[in-house]
């Protein structure tokens, strides 16, 4: 099946520093990619649609100068962490429609950061 | 209301027991629907997507209800390996999916 690779899967930073994560479609073309946050029992909350080739959509109360998104290629996008806090950790899950649109999402393995 | 709800359980259950899950989704335009599986600290994997006619899938059953806008997941004969949090998710347009907060179950020998 469809392959989604995300790293790293797990990063510790301190407070004020960037991070970024990969999300990559390892065997398919992905035109939309979208990034999911989920704190600890809580459930995935959509965070931006990352569409390639053009800005990414956010959701409301998403700030797009904090998480800031590229998706410049059909395989790979990227999710940035602009100054981070603790309260940005979390566990970042990216998932990937192949451009084929069967309709299923594939997710990748999903990447916990803590911020200390 | 949330736009995805779901009992957040848990429910604890002996193994070989019957259990089922509901979701209930607002948007009545809302047009496919999944269940995905997800054990602590993974990422959720797809168990099966749910018609209005009904699918099976060994002993997991989906179902889907369009006029009450809820589906249901039945799980038969439950397994140790069944314990995990159970998402229901609703596709409302262009491949995004919103989540409901998950069901946890407990599998007990």
């Known amino acids: 099946g469809a392959v989604v690779s995300q790293h790293p899967s797990r990063v510790i930073c301190k407070s004020g520093t960037s991070v970024k994560i990969e999300c990559r479609s390892l065997?398919?073309?992905?035109?939309?990619m979208f990034w999911y946050r989920q704190f600890p029992k809580q459930s995935l909350m959509l965070m931006a649609t990352?569409?390639?080739?053009?800005?990414?959509?956010?959701e409301q109360g998403v700030e797009k100068d904090k998480f800031l998104i590229n998706h410049a290629s059909l395989t790979l996008s990227t999710l940035t962490v602009t100054s981070a806090h603790p309260e940005d950790s979390s566990f970042y899950i990216c998932?990937?429609?192949?451009?084929?649109?069967?309709?299923?999402?594939?997710f990748g393995e999903g990447s916990r950061l803590t911020v200390l | 209301r949330k736009e995805v709800e779901q009992d957040p359980g848990p429910f604890n259950v002996p193994e070989g027991a019957t259990v089922a899950f509901n979701c209930t989704y607002s948007?009545?335009?809302?047009?496919?629907f999944f269940w995905y599986r997800q054990d602590c600290r993974k990422e959720p994997k797809l168990l099966m997507s749910?018609?209005?006619s009904g699918n099976e899938d060994g002993r997991f059953t989906a179902q889907l209800n369009r006029a009450s806008q809820y589906i249901s997941l039945l799980i038969r004969d439950s397994k140790l390996s069944d314990s995990a949090t159970y998402l229901c998710?609703?596709?409302?347009?262009?491949?995004?999916?919103?989540f409901g907060g998950g069901t946890r179950l407990m599998v007990k020998p």
């Open positions: 998932s990937a429609a192949s451009i084929t649109n069967t309709g299923e999402l594939f």
């Open positions: 749910v018609y209005s």
């Open positions: 998710a609703v596709n409302n347009a262009g491949n995004m999916l919103t």
């Open positions: 948007n009545s335009a809302s047009q496919s």
């Open positions: 065997d398919f073309q992905a035109t939309t």
């Open positions: 990352s569409n390639e080739g053009s800005k990414a959509t956010y």
